[in-house]
Structures are given as structure tokens and as C-alpha cells.
């Protein structure tokens, strides 16, 4: 348990229970974070967020000043971003493109396409025209080092995979675009999203790797690679809210990258470390009941609004908010041994939201706010499970800070 900002505690004290489950989302907090983000990175590394971790067209909005660009990984994120913010500028992967898919990233102007297989550069390329060219990088699927795996939760590269170009068949999309074969297409150079959950000496060496490798296919092609996208995955620890991702640390790794290669521009496209700190879901304790040796507390929703406990299999952290109203005549039901299973509404044992919180005397209608709420959560929910009703979402704009 964490405390929560003063912002967000008035407003879990105040909602009507009416408005429980509600989503709050502190947006002058997010902006102060994600300006020190900013000014931890080198002027040569751009910073664009991975619509997919939470895109909200308020979050987007929020944090279109203070990003170089948006990652979108469908054509569906693709027309929303462009509609939520207009003018920005768009990095668009994600395997499988449809034919719409492919049409669409002409039509919304995209920065760049990350070209995922062989099949799809000759899609993209029959669909271009050399008076307009489109940026392309390929996305490619690099080997690791152990060093840089070891300590990942979900490594998505290395590794036989869906995503990207295997460097065999990247060696032979980088012959193609040297010698000149699709000119409607301007080929940058690599893209490479190979892990989550990294700290900031793994992620700095999984992008030197990327970076290294990526100057030597330009090499050995004849191309000069004036771009490499190292991705996104920077570190989010659920067991400790308190704790961030070690931004100066991974800016000054980039810095000894770029420091060296004048010619470079990076990029990177965090998500979850973007938007996780800056969302709650907030609910009321329904029931509480002994259930053999342990008890549990039955909040209104459940993991079908905040998936995420469930998607992860962690617990996830909360803070309690006890409230004196109690309209009933009959007495408040409370917890009377050291922890509870906080669980939802759903009718399955896996709809548990955090195991063995540590309470004292939790009653019906005390309320939970589940903090790291703002990715990954409500976007990911399988809302429509058993028909409850949906939450409802405040969008606090606070003041911005000067720093963290
Ligand atoms: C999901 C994704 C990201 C963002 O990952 P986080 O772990 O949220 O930082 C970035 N790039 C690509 C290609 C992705 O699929």
C-alpha cells in the first residue's frame, strides 16, 4: 500500500456511489511526469508513446506538447489517434496489416511504417508512389544477449516470434530498398521492440546491441542508417508504486550512443511507463466474508474493468479509503483477521484484484483505490463479462509540478 496524491483521495471521498467503479485519471500529473522523462532524454532521442498502453483521447491530448510522436499498432489505433490528436506525427507496426491496414498509413500521412515481414514491404510498396515516397523502417526480430533477457518479464524478440523480420529475411528487405527496387518507399533504417519489463543498464545494452547491428546491415547494403527505434518496454514494478523506471540512467546510456554516431537519431516508444502512475480505479467494498481460513472483500467490478492483476498475475496495489457513511440500519460487516483477498464481482476465482492485502478492520462500504490503474487496464478489460455496469471516468487537470 502507497499513499495517494491529495487530488485523488478528495475525489475518492467525494464520488457519489453512484459513479463506483470510476476510473480517475490525473492528467497534470502525467504531463510532470512525462516532462521529466523528457529532459532526462538526449536532444537526438525523439520520445513517442505506444498508444496501445492507454489511448484515451484525454491522455492523448494531454500528452501531445510533451511527445515527439505516437506509436499505433492497428488501423484502428491508427484513424483514432489521428483523429485525437491531428498533425502528429505517427509510428505505425503491429503484424498482419490488412489491405485497409496498408491503405490507411497513405491516407493518415504516417512518419513511418514499421514493415514487418517480406510479404507486407511488397504490399506497402504496390500501394506507393515515387513522387510521394513513405518512410519505412524494418521491424526485425535481433538476437539478445543472455545479459540483456535475463531479467525481462515478457521478452517479445530473440526468440522465434510473430513480430518482425527475421535478420536472414531483413537482410534480404534491406537488399530490395538499397538497390533501389520499391523507389515509393524511403527506407530509414530498423525498428526493434525486443522486451518488457527491462530496469534502465539492461534496456540501455538491449539498444546499444539494435544500434550496433543495425549500422552494420546499412554497412553491408551500402545504406546509411539514419534511424533506429530501439522500442519501448522500460520497467514498471507493481510490487513497489513508489519506485520508477531510472530515466537519467537510460538517458545517458542513449547519450554514450548517439555521443559517438553524429549521424543518428533514435527513437524510443515507452507505453506503460508513460501512463501506468497516472490512473486509479476506484471502487466500494460490497461484502465481506470468512470464507475457511482466510476472508475476502467483494468489491463493486472487478477484473473485467481492470484486467490488468489478472493479464500479469501480480496483486495489484491499493490504497484504502475509509468513509464514515453508513445509510443502513443494519451494521457494517468488517474484516477481523491481518489480510483480506480483495476479489470483484465476476463468478470465477480468478476475478481477484489483489491477494492477502494487509487491513485492519476493513468494513462494507470503505473504499479501494487501485493505484498503477492508467495502463494496460481498462483498455485490456473484457467489460461485457457477466453485464455488470460500467465504470464511470474523471479526468483531473490539477496543477503540473516543476519535477519529480
Ligand atoms: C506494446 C509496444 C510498445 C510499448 O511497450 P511498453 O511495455 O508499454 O512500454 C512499444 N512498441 C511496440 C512495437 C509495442 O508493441
Redo the contacts with the bound molecule.
Sequence with gaps: MSGLPSSVRERVETLDAAELPAYVYDLGALRTHVRTIRAALPDRVELYY?A??NPEPEILRALADVVDGY?V?SGGELAHVAEAVPGSALAF?GPGKSPDDLAAAFTHDVHRV?VESIGELRRLAALSTPDRPIGVLLRVNLPLAERALSGSALAMGGRPSPFGLDPMQAELAADALATGRFPGLRWYGVHA?LA?GLDAADLVAVAESIVDWSIGLGARHGADITEVNV????NVDYTAPGRRFDWAAYGAGLRRITDTRPELRLRI?????LTAYSGWYITDVLDVKPSHHAEFAIVRGGTHHLRTPAAKGHDQPCSIVRTERWPHPWPRAATTTPTVTVTGQLCTPKDILAAEVPVSALRTGDRIAFELAG??AWNISHRDFLMHPLPSFHFLYGVEGVGE
Excluded at 231 to 234: K, L, N, S
Excluded at 269 to 273: I, L, V, Y
Aim: net charge neutral; charged share 20%; hydrophobic share 25%.
Design positions: 505506444a496501445k498502453a506509436e499498432s507496426g514499421h521492440h518488457s522500442g519501448g518496454g522500460m516508444e515507452p507505453g506503460r511507463a495502463a494496460y
